[in-house]
């Protein structure tokens, strides 16, 4: 798994929105704010205006679970079936690679079957036979306020992918402060 981060947007937007609900300084609000990312609910809604895009390559199962969260995010992935059409499979196309090497090699038997139009192979289920561990990159568009909830809700997660994901992306974004408490 892989994450790294693309870009942020938004947060002198964010700053200047907050000041005018306290009638405040810009310099007032920079020093306020983390107190409220974690505050009385509503009150954090400045961080549905930060943005942050993010490249991910993770496996098909972590996605699954990665899709829990899709309100205010966006999602942009590489095209599986263009993918498995280009190029053979190898052990870097799966997460921890692959163990079953003869299985490897089925599924890029069934691929040349798939793209010469052999035998009738469907792409359905040449996609069903992809293990769970299949890597799938996306460029993942969310809020800080998206990221701070995955942050709360999956830091522990018994998946490692979890961790190493958070641990990459906040040590990365601009202001983690907002997404992880100080401790």
């Known amino acids: 798994m892989k994450a790294s981060v693309i870009s942020e947007y938004g947060y002198d937007e964010a700053v200047i929105g907050f000041s005018l609900s306290y ?23 400045f961080l549905e205006s930060m943005i942050v895009y993010l490249d991910v390559t993770a496996p098909r199962y972590w996605w699954q679970e990665a899709d829990t969260y899709r309100v205010g995010t966006t999602k942009n992935s590489e095209s599986t ?10 052990i870097n196309d799966f997460e921890g690679g692959i163990v079953d090497i003869e299985y490897l090699v089925r599924l890029n038997n069934y691929r040349v079957c798939l793209v010469n139009k052999m035998e009738s192979y469907t792409l ?19 809020s800080y306020k998206t990221l701070q909830t995955i942050y709360i809700q999956r830091y522990g997660h018994k998946l490692p992918q979890w961790r190493l994901f958070l641990d990459t992306v ?3 974004i601009q ?3 907002f997404v992880r408490r100080a401790e």
């Open 124 to 142: 359905a289920e040449f996609k069903g036979l992809l293990p769970e561990g299949f890597l799938q990159r996306r460029i993942w568009m969310m």
């Open 23 to 45: 009638n405040t300084s810009l310099e007032r609000v920079k020093e306020i704010l983390p107190k409220y990312a974690f505050g009385v609910p509503g009150e954090g809604k």
């Open 170 to 172: 906040v040590s990365k």
């Open 175 to 177: 202001h983690p402060e």
């Open 81 to 90: 079936m263009h993918t498995l059409a280009k190029r053979s499979l190898d």
